[in-house]
């Protein structure tokens, strides 16, 4: 419902500038179909602000329109890079990786770090860290036999690595988990 008074206000606001009215109108209804498809990206899932401009300028709408789209959606507060950031680090979480890996997808995404470090400061704090990487590493020990031989948790230090967990949290987890840490 909120999208159509979006594209009403836009097309009532669009007219009543004094430009000719065929050109008014072309130029509105591209517009209203650049916010149209925004809005259809940010009602299946959030996006940053990067992400948005891409995929909209993948579908053959102009920068021009594109950065109307983005600050409407912007004064809206359908667009939201910190928000984007909060709970995509929350996501990321719960799918098992550590603060370095989620760094660095939401580097991949165009994410400002101002944003991306705030996030973490809040949701990857030491604590939570440890919880995660124990429950990582449950979760993966799960189906094979006890943890016998350093060459078996080499291999699970390196799983916890690529996860994107420090090594010190790894170590400590592995210390406590595992009986024999790995070899340095």
Known sequence: MKARQVLKQATMDRQSTHAPRSATKMKSSDDQ??????????????HAVVGLRCKLSQRGFQPAQIAAAIAECERL???DDQKFCHYFTLQQRRKGYGALRIAQMLREKGVPAIHIAESLRRNCTEMTQIEDCRSALAKKVKTWSPVKDDKM?????RFLLSRGFD?????????EEVPASPAE
């Open 77 to 79: 507060r359908y667009l």
């Open 167 to 175: 090594a010190a949290t790894v170590r400590r987890v592995l210390d």
């Open 153 to 157: 948790t080499e291999r699970l230090y």
């Open 33 to 46: 179909a650049c916010l149209k498809a925004a809005l259809r990206l940010l009602g299946r899932r959030d």
